[in-house]
């Protein structure tokens, strides 16, 4: 097949690429047997198959975040790497083949730096040491990098002479910052974070758009194939459908498919977004922006349950000139209180995370009847649950495509689009309006 099989000296003890043995090719074949299984007979009722699965046309050093935890070593030492499979067993990692290649190296130099300026690492057992995680991002389209150094107290021992070390080392860091977490938990990332040096974010691009990016942001972690994820939501929203190569071939062009009927109602009128579990604002903001080339007004609600969240979004709105209102609340409880006041979206986005929607959400979609909605998901399980839901509301698929965004692992997203046909638009609105009378 033409691809050559990497290997890693820790890929048995560290488990985070379970299928790194097996050659890409198959893994895809995998996923998308995966899919076919999942979500095809709900496509084949309405004549939709699964499209080809979106693969990378190079599965290494595509995560653009990288995370290590710290635990005590012999002689005062830190150390650094991943946990051992289903342990919290530290297995010691000189280089990575999934990471920005100079991820991991940043985060051994810090385990190296906290051994030499006695800055203990935490011990999870006892609750007591200092330092117990570090996050690096790298800049997909940019130079920019964020280190988020996560202590178990509001200062390191000798925090500056510690930093300036670190900074000579790596001085193509942007931005190193503080975050604490005191608590007793899993969770790597408290909520207060303050700045060591140099930035308290970073900035990235995606189709044109600028993101910035704080240490507690919620951004993807293989950029290049959220290019991908995210063009096929754009042709879900605005109905245009690009032309995969075969077509292109066998038609002689390079344009695209477009759904007339709908593509055409847009120009007339505000294209209404409802952008659900929206992070920080990335697909409505790709979605707005996509939309004013195109000459279409926009009125785009994004709604996400956290705060940071959100404050990045509205950020991250006003650098890239989109008009938006970011709501901070629970997607569920808004979407339904919008039901409830009778609110009508043309399109509803959600990319809601690995548990999936709820039925009560779901079911306010119906009651809205957007003409579209574009599910986005990371687990074909939850998802192929929650369209039940959606076609029991009339909705129809249109469109089901995987797209490939963590190689060497059994995890695949998917997008799907579905519609819903005029006269259910028409029927739902008035059951709706009946309900609530």
């Known amino acids: ?199 308290a974010t970073m900035h990235d691009k995606l189709l044109n758009c600028t993101f910035e990016i704080g240490p507690t942001s919620f951004y993807q972690t293989n950029p290049e194939q959220t290019e991908v994820l995210y063009q096929l939501a754009l042709e879900g929203i605005f109905g245009v459908r690009e032309k995969n190569d075969n077509e292109r071939t066998n038609n002689g062009d390079s344009g695209c498919r477009t759904n007339h009927d709908h593509a055409d109602s847009l120009s007339s009128s505000p294209l209404r977004i409802l952008d659900a579990y929206c992070g920080t604002g990335t697909i409505g903001i790709c979605a707005a922006k996509e939309a004013d080339s195109r000459g279409i007004p926009v009125e785009l609600i994004g709604v996400d349950q956290v705060e940071n969240n959100i404050v990045m979004a509205k950020r991250n709105a006003r650098a890239n000139a989109v008009s938006a209102r970011f709501v901070c609340d629970d997607a569920t409880r808004f979407i339904a209180q919008e039901a409830k006041r009778g609110a009508s979206y043309d399109v509803v986005v959600l990319d809601p995370p690995r548990a999936g929607s709820t039925p009560t959400f779901l079911k306010a979609v119906g009651q809205l009847a957007p003409k579209r909605v574009v599910y986005v998901s990371c687990n074909v399980v939850t998802q192929a649950r929650d369209l039940e839901v959606l076609l029991a509301s009339s909705y129809k698929p249109e469109r089901i495509v995987p797209v490939d965004m963590f190689p060497h692992t059994k995890h695949v997203e998917t997008v799907m689009t579905l519609t819903l046909p005029i006269k259910s638009q028409q029927k739902m609105r008035i059951l709706h309006t009946d309900t609530e009378t």
């Not at 007591?128 to 940019?142: E, K």
């Open 1 to 199: 097949m033409g691809y050559r099989t990497p290997t890693c000296p820790i890929a048995r003890s560290c488990g985070g690429c379970e299928w790194l043995s097996v050659p890409y090719p198959i893994q895809l074949k995998r996923k998308q047997q995966q899919v076919v299984e999942l979500l095809g007979p709900l496509g084949e009722k309405f004549g939709v198959s699964v499209e080809d699965i979106r693969g990378m046309r190079e599965p290494r050093a595509f995560r653009h975040k990288a995370v290590t935890p710290f635990a005590p070593g012999t002689r005062g030492r830190v150390r650094s790497g991943f946990y051992a499979l289903g342990t919290h067993r530290i297995v010691a990692c000189e280089a990575c083949l999934v990471e920005d290649p100079h991820a991991r190296d940043i985060l051994n130099d810090v385990a190296r730096l906290a051994s030499r300026f006695n800055v203990r690492a935490y011990n999870e057992d006892r609750g007591r040491g200092t330092l117990r995680h570090a996050v690096i991002r790298t800049g997909y389209a940019t130079d920019e990098m964020l280190l988020t150094l996560v202590a178990n107290g509001q200062r390191l021992p000798h925090e500056r002479e510690f930093v300036s070390a670190l900074q000579r080392l790596h001085p193509k860091i942007t931005g190193i910052v503080l975050n604490v977490n005191q608590r007793r938990t899993n969770a790597i990332l408290g909520r207060e974070t303050r700045v060591l040096a140099g930035a």
